[in-house]
């Protein structure tokens, strides 16, 4: 059979969560995901648990948050005026705590834009949390291995 590799083509069905059981991506019952290992489609952390897997092979690994996506950064959170997020592309003003906005005008140097999650809300700021949404927590990993090319 054939085993993942460092550049493997993969198609799988794979699980991120929270170790408190709440899904970040789940693709367990729907169509299974196709990827290229080393492409930046998943996190590094998570790509290296693929390693050595055979196909057909269903995995479960728990990763500590500094082995998933490191602690939270307080720096990382920021308090901006709403008309800033105008500013800067958002269109709805109408933000309230757990909503994601993505800011195109503060892209990565890959293209992808910013993303934050509102932390917090007040009349006219918006406090924006830039650390990964599983930064700080203990995330589990489940595989399932269906092609490996």
Known sequence: MACVRADSLLTLHYRLAA????DWVNTFGHRPATLTLGAGQLAPALEACLLGLEEGAD??????????FGH????????????ALQALGSQDIALRPGDTVQLAALAASNGAPA?????QTGDDWVELDFNHPLAG?????????LGVL
């Open 115 to 119: 993303a934050a999650t509102v932390s």
């Open 72 to 83: 939270a950064d307080a720096a990382r959170v920021q308090r901006v005026p709403r008309a």
């Open 19 to 22: 170790q408190d059981g709440l």
């Open 59 to 68: 995995a479960r690994f728990e990763l500590a948050p500094d082995a998933a």
């Open 137 to 145: 927590k203990t995330v589990v990993f489940e595989v399932r291995i």
